[in-house]
């Protein structure tokens, strides 16, 4: 803004902002969220973000289940979660304000989209008066915007229908927020103009509309203040947004370039996961293979299939679709053959909550398999964190041909952050380590379950090879040798090679954050809740008590100083999004009496909620008589 | 919208045949070689010796290298056939075997990938595997092994099963309508479709070297007897005057003829048009003209002919059904690969580094 009139708002600066679009789900609000995301990160704030919509794509519009939101959170400084309230809410239809109006804290901006207001929309959400006229948003500051009529207004030029020029408000929204804010444009233009490169008329369209939302916080008075958050000291580098899902897509290609192998993936169209399907699909010139199976059985299959034959396989899936995983992944475990599987959790049972988080899958894939079927299991903790745990997982995979287990969840999958760039060049490479030859002890055959003796790992011989043929299946195998066996001892020791091949994997010690050295709770997580559990632990610092953190990326094996590091604090609190699986686990595991905090909402736990439940376990602790 | 790249129509057929691409050998092979060390466990009597015979002296004749040669299985009695070759081997699960060789067969071009399975592993739980690996006309060769009887869990009524089979599992008698393969694998867009029966060992073969030369998914039909559970459920199709009034065997081009040998040196017995479907006649109370000529390209004529084939064995067509052209789902999808690679090479960009970096990124100096 270089006009220097006096009507030009004043400007304050903030370190930190949430903002939450809330509309129907037929109004563009995931498509405004990521907009506003993308400007803001290349503004260089920090930032995450936390989309929320509903399993149906187009619910009855204008009704409280249709209401699709995207919270962001960005600051000038290193930010963990995607904010608990919104600072400032938008809503663009009554629905939207009904649903979310609850998190908005007094004080909150509120802009809304008049337009929608109507006696019937009202009526449909159960307002039998406006709350814009009763006096209930007085503790708001509100703006009422008629964005559909003022959108419609500046695109009367264009010739488009009335229907056609209002869908364009959610950009006009978009111009306003971005003004507001001071977020650069010229990056949502040019999406705009390559998103609707076919069709001129609506790419044009959508920029006057997000120029007109713009224009109408520039010149329109009721604006008394916009806002600047300066960019965030990140670490030198260079830097993009992503979301959980790229990051897995991204991992799975640079993996499949580490080891020299092609991908293949083989899936079944499943929310949350389907995202990393598409991704994939798009990347052909890298060498991956997609298929987009009859099923999620088929899925798996065709990747163990592939796998036999050499290529990095992979499968994706959420929910319901691991169930269905199970018996070929019980597969892979008895061939002994690197396999990617990726699980992003959802609200279960069943169908459960489709586009929900949840973390209530641990146990399933520590156990839901028949027989001792054991495998490794990694978490990532964060968007960015997906394509390095992918990195770690197919290493395992191949280095000793395993199935391997990554539970993502929906909150990392759909959820984005600033990641830096890595460079591709120095990514670690890795051989897989193909036999070559027959390595039986007179060199004569090819035994197919002959293991390496540090890994416990079998040779991977993959057909073509000659003098190598060779045959695998779902029975039991002689140790060694590889042929069918019912020796029960032979299964014994089958049975325990497998498990302490799994338990012998190496996986980095979990480190502890315990900045004064002095404190007496740890708060140990996985997944997910990495960036609550530490916004949570900052807070709870920050009113002068010590809280150590440490969270799990490895879920199988645990770390080796995990027994160690909990058995060195006085009280050890595992939070989760289930009913305490890990807990569980580590209860079994080292006999240390964890507490559990769990929840299951499908929202991820908030900083403020976790600071609540830290302090009240820090009272606890220093409580005469606990753990005498 | 529909749009395909790059353009697919062709891709080589009819020229490439289905072992197109898989390495051959100039070393004379024989059945031995493709024999493994693993004693053999079936029941003694059991049609799965017949056809393990004919299939480890009928791959040598491919001529391409064994370690090329993958067999891929599911669960049930004949399953257990790849432990009995010495090629590359899968005894995967429970009728998944499909879906197995189709990313091995997407993957590995190189490789000729068989899958074996039974009634109850292919039309039951794996049902759902066999149609799509039809219709997608994966470059795989599919045997399925038709007893009629579930062997390996000791004797519960199949898929293919006659109504009203008392089994184990039903003592009152079954009272499922079965599936008609034959007539499945059309429905299901198959490419190929043969049947044969266990102990034909010349007609078997001949089927198999015709399904090992097709590019794309062959299913062959082996009617294959138990003896355990389902002794002799074949036996009116395998000797005598009965046999031969009962089996029609087919050949593309050759008018439908079967049945003890007439004046005119063929079968007494003809296949007709009724209607829209087929009957079977006298071949000396119709007209030469009335009686249907074999075409192999016919997705009509095939399926009626699968429609003659009665529950009872009354009639029961063998040899090729249907046999034509179209792009495999293999090929395609490689094709779809090489061609974004090669698109991008002549971009001049690409590599891991570029789809990292995506579009939009920005820069924190130190």
Redesign the interface.
């Known amino acids: 803004m270089t006009t220097t009139d006096s009507t030009e708002p004043e400007v304050i600066s903030r370190d930190r902002v949430v903002i939450r679009f809330a509309g129907d789900s037929g109004d563009g609000m995931q498509l405004t969220g990521d907009r506003f995301t ?1 400007e803001t ?4 704030n920090d930032l995450s973000t936390l989309p929320n919509y509903p399993a149906e794509i187009r619910a009855p519009a204008g009704t409280l289940p249709g209401v699709s939101s995207f919270q962001l959170h960005f600051a000038n400084f290193d930010i963990l979660t995607p904010g608990d309230r919104p600072d400032v809410l938008v809503a663009m239809n009554p629905a939207a304000l009904k649903a979310n109006v609850a998190d908005l804290p007094p004080g909150g901006v509120l802009i809304v989209n008049t337009d929608e207001f109507t006696k019937r929309n009202l009526t449909k959400v159960g307002y039998s008066v406006s709350p814009l006229d009763d006096g209930s948003l007085e503790r708001y500051t509100v703006h009422e915007v008629a964005m559909a009529t003022l959108t419609r207004g500046a695109l009367e030029q264009t010739g488009l229908s009335k229907k056609d020029a209002e869908r364009a408000k959610n950009m006009f929204a978009l111009g306003l927020l971005s003004w507001m804010y001071h977020r650069p444009t010229e ?1 949502t233009e040019r999406y705009l103009r390559e998103k609707f490169a076919k069709r001129p008329d609506l790419a044009d369209a959508n920029v006057l509309a997000f120029r007109a939302g713009h224009a109408y916080g520039e010149t329109t008075e009721s604006f008394a203040v916009t806002y600047d958050v300066a ?1 965030a ?10 979301t959980g899902n790229t990051a897995l897509a ?1 991992g799975i ?2 993996a499949g ?1 580490a080891g020299g192998l ?1 991908v ?1 993936l ?1 899936s079944y169209p499943i929310t949350p996961a389907s995202d990393i399907l598409h991704e994939l699909s798009k ?7 997609t ?1 987009q ?3 999620e ?2 899925g798996v ?11 990095l ?1 992979v499968t994706t899936t959420s929910g319901p679709g691991i169930s269905l995983k199970s ?2 992944i019980g ?1 892979a475990v008895a ?1 002994e053959l690197p396999l990617l599987v990726i699980d992003v959790q959802r609200g279960g049972p069943s169908t459960g909550l489709p586009t929900k988080t949840e973390q209530a899958d641990l146990l399933q894939a520590m156990f839901g398999r028949n027989g001792e079927a054991p495998l490794p299991i990694l978490a990532p903790r964060s968007p960015g964190d997906c394509f390095d745990i992918v990195l770690e997982a197919v290493r395992i995979a191949v280095t000793y041909r395993t199935p391997v287990l990554v539970l993502s969840d929906g909150s990392v999958a759909n959820g984005s952050e600033p990641w830096r ?5 120095a990514l670690p490479t890795f051989d897989p380590g193909f036999a070559t030859v027959p390595n039986s002890p007179d060199g004569a055959e090819f035994w197919p379950y002959l293991r390496d003796d540090d890994t416990l790992a079998r040779p991977w011989a993959v ?13 039991e195998k002689a140790d060694g040798r590889g ?2 066996s019912y020796d029960p001892d032979n299964h014994d020791r089958m049975t325990r090679l497998r498990a302490a091949k799994i338990d012998g994997i190496a996986v980095p010690d979990v480190e502890v954050d315990d900045p004064n050295g002095d404190a007496e709770l740890l708060v140990l997580g996985w997944g997910s809740t990495y960036g609550p559990i530490g916004a949570g632990a900052r807070r709870v610092r920050t009113l002068g008590h010590s809280i150590a953190q440490a969270h799990l990326r490895h879920l199988n094996p645990l770390p080796a100083n995990l027994g160690e590091v909990l058995r060195r604090y006085r009280r050890v609190l595992v939070p989760e999004m289930n009913l305490g699986q890990l807990a569980l686990l580590l209860r079994a595991d080292y006999l240390v009496d964890v507490q559990s905090y769990t929840k299951v909402a499908g929202l991820p736990f908030r900083a403020e909620e976790l600071q609540d439940v830290f302090l009240d376990h820090l009272a606890q602790n220093s409580a005469p008589g606990v753990h005498a | 919208m529909t749009a395909l790249e790059p353009d697919l129509t062709d891709l080589g057929l009819p020229s490439i045949g289905g072992l197109h691409g898989v390495p051959t050998t100039g070393a004379k092979q024989t059945a031995k070689d493709f024999t493994s060390d693993q004693e053999v466990r079936w029941c003694p009597g059991c049609g799965d010796y017949a056809v393990l015979a004919a299939v480890r002296s009928f791959l040598p004749t491919l001529g391409i290298r064994r370690e090329n040669t993958v067999f891929v299985s599911g669960i049930g009695c004949s399953s257990r056939f790849p432990y009995y070759l010495n090629t590359y081997g899968m005894h995967s699960i429970h009728g998944r075997a499909p879906a197995i060789a189709t990313g091995l067969a997407v993957t590995r071009p190189d490789l000729s990938v068989w899958v074996v399975t039974g009634d109850g592993d292919a039309l039951s739980i794996g049902g759902n595997h066999l149609i799509h690996a039809l219709r997608r006309n994966v470059n795989l060769k599919i045997l399925l092994f038709n007893n009629r009887i579930y062997g390996l869990t000791k004797g519960q009524y199949s898929p293919t099963s006659e109504e009203g089979k008392v089994t184990k599992s039903t003592p009152m008698g079954s009272v499922d309508h079965p599936f008609n393969p034959i007539s499945v694998a059309l429905g299901a867009e198959a490419t190929f479709v043969g049947r044969a029966l266990d102990s034909d060992r010349k007609s078997l073969t001949a089927v198999l070297q015709e399904a090992a030369a097709h590019r794309g998914t062959a299913l062959v039909e082996i009617f294959q007897d138990c003896p355990i559970f389902n002794d002799g459920s074949f036996d009116v199709l395998r000797k005598g005057d009965e046999a031969a009034s009962r089996v029609i065997p087919l050949t593309h081009g050759e008018p439908i003829r079967f049945g003890p040998t007439g004046d005119d040196g063929l079968g007494t017995y003809a296949v007709v048009q009724e209607g829209f479907g087929l009957r079977v006649a006298k071949a000396d109370e119709v007209e030469a003209e009335q009686i249907v000529v074999h075409d192999v390209r016919s997705h009509e004529l095939a399926f009626a002919l699968s429609r003659l084939s009665d529950q009872d064995l009354t009639h029961t067509v063998t040899g090729i059904f249907h046999n034509v052209d179209r792009v495999t789902y293999d090929d395609a999808t490689r094709a779809q690969v090489q061609h974004a690679r090669d698109r991008v090479r002549s971009n001049g960009s690409s590599g891991l580094q570029t789809l990292l970096n995506g579009r939009d990124t920005w820069t924190v100096v130190g």
């Open positions: 993308s990160a290349s503004f260089g990056g960019p000291p990140l670490a030198p580098g260079t830097y993009r947004q992503i991204y290609v640079a370039q092609p293949f083989g990347h052909k010139a890298l060498g991956v293979t298929f199976a009859e099923d059985i088929a299959g065709a990747a163990l299939g592939a796998a036999f034959g050499g290529a396989g018996e070929t597969l061939l760039i890595p460079d591709a060049s057909p073509g090879t000659p003098g190598l043929e060779h045959r695998i299946g779902g029975l042929s069918i």
